[in-house]
């Protein structure tokens, strides 16, 4: 059984940089594939990484490329996300999610790729 707890959130401003965690407390995390997503007031959830189970592939949003960088730590049980150049846009819940399946990013991109989902952390980045 997959259960997701993320934390790392808070308010920083613009500029700053937050690294999200989501921690797996079950023991097939590492057959897992792994997305970040975030969801605005009034927005819907909108992709925003993923990363395949051993670490080597890793998917972006062009809104967060060469800002954010997934990762993971098997070992751990936990993927990282590092949020670097935040912008007040950025400011969002951010859910992380997990799927055994896998597929090109138009496919990982979906909410409804993923059938495991953490309850969030709210992340305010202020101008």
């Known amino acids: 059984q997959v259960e997701l707890v993320e934390s790392g959130g808070g308010l920083v401003q613009a500029g700053g940089s937050l690294r999200l965690s989501c921690a797996d407390s079950?023991?097939?995390?590492?057959?897992?594939?792994m997305g970040w997503f975030r969801q605005a007031p009034g927005k819907e959830r909108e992709f925003v990484a993923a990363?395949?189970?051993?670490?080597?592939?890793?998917y972006y949003a062009d809104s967060v490329k060469g800002r954010f960088t997934i990762s993971r730590d098997n070992a751990k049980n936990t993927v990282y996300l590092q949020m670097d150049n935040l912008k007040p846009e950025d400011t969002a819940v951010y859910y992380c999610?997990?799927?055994?399946?896998?597929?090109?990013?138009?496919?990982?991109?979906?909410?409804?790729?993923?059938?495991?989902w953490g309850q969030g952390t709210q992340v305010t980045v202020s101008s």
């Open positions: 999610a997990a799927s055994q399946s896998w597929g090109k990013i138009s496919i990982v991109a979906r909410t409804a790729f993923y059938n495991h």
């Open positions: 990363i395949y189970w051993s670490g080597g592939v890793t």
């Open positions: 079950g023991r097939t995390f590492y057959t897992y594939n």
